[in-house]
């Protein structure tokens, strides 16, 4: 493992990576560690809003399968519309 690895920009590794090279405490890895984790949950927060809740299907519900196929093909004839358009 080095730094400059892709891993190194999952929540927590850069953390732990600094940590274990000396470079903070053990308080401060598990301080740091929860910080990018509340950050991480909020950009994701942030980006779930934009869905449209129409779009967000419920997987226990009778006939999801459907609407899931139903969504995807909605979403690419969409798509495709716009791309002829353009």
């Known amino acids: 493992l080095h730094p400059d690895m892709p891993s ?21 890895f598990v301080e740091q560690g929860q910080a990018a984790t509340r950050q991480l949950a909020k950009r994701q927060l942030t980006w779930l809003r934009k869905i449209p809740a129409d779009t967000v299907l ?4 009778s006939g999801y399968q459907a609407a899931a196929l139903a969504a995807v093909q909605q979403h ?6 716009q791309f002829q358009a353009a």
């Not at 732990?16 to 903070?24: S, V």
């Not at 419920?58 to 519900?61: K, W």
Request: hydrophobic fraction near 40%; include cysteine; charged fraction near 20%.
């Open 8 to 28: 190194m920009r999952c929540v927590g590794y850069r953390q732990a990576w600094q940590h274990l090279d000396g470079a903070t405490r053990f308080a401060q």
């Open 58 to 61: 419920d997987p226990f519900a």
């Open 76 to 81: 690419f004839a969409c798509a495709e519309n």
